[in-house]
């Protein structure tokens, strides 16, 4: 359990990379990157070649309440790139959940996932 008030469940064969993920996520609940808790996380820790893209992110197809997402996120980069990634996935979901995006989000997210990542390194220890 996080202090998101929800769950962050994590699979993959990378335990660093695994702890890495679950401080981000639980960073960005902290610090209103998503604005409301009560949301499960989902991980799947892969290589890019598996569905050939650094990360994802979908609302659970169980569940159309905003309260579920499953993310896929790439452990062949950088620990800064595999943080800036889940930054990126952790902008689109409050995204969705506020109904605030423009065209398909991306902009807002690639502008955003490297300050907030350097922000979590610089606060967070890794």
Not at 26 to 48: M, N, Q
Not at 96 to 121: K, P, S, V
Request: hydrophobic share 35%; proline share 2%; net charge negative.
């Amino acid at each position: 359990m996080s202090d998101t008030n929800g769950e962050i469940f994590i699979t993959g064969d990378d335990p660093e990379y695994e702890n890495i993920a679950r401080d981000v996520i639980e960073w960005c609940f902290e610090e209103g990157v998503v604005c409301r808790g009560g949301i499960d996380i989902h991980v799947e820790l892969c290589k890019h070649k598996t569905y050939e893209c650094w990360g994802s992110i979908v609302e659970s197809d169980w569940c159309w309440s905003m309260t579920s997402w499953e993310m896929t996120v790439a452990t062949d980069q950088s620990p800064r790139d595999f943080v800036a990634t889940i930054m990126h996935e952790m902008i689109h979901v409050n995204q969705a959940i506020t109904h605030t995006w423009e065209g398909d989000g991306e902009e807002e997210c690639e502008q955003r996932q490297y300050e907030l990542a350097d922000r979590f390194i610089t606060c967070d220890l890794i």
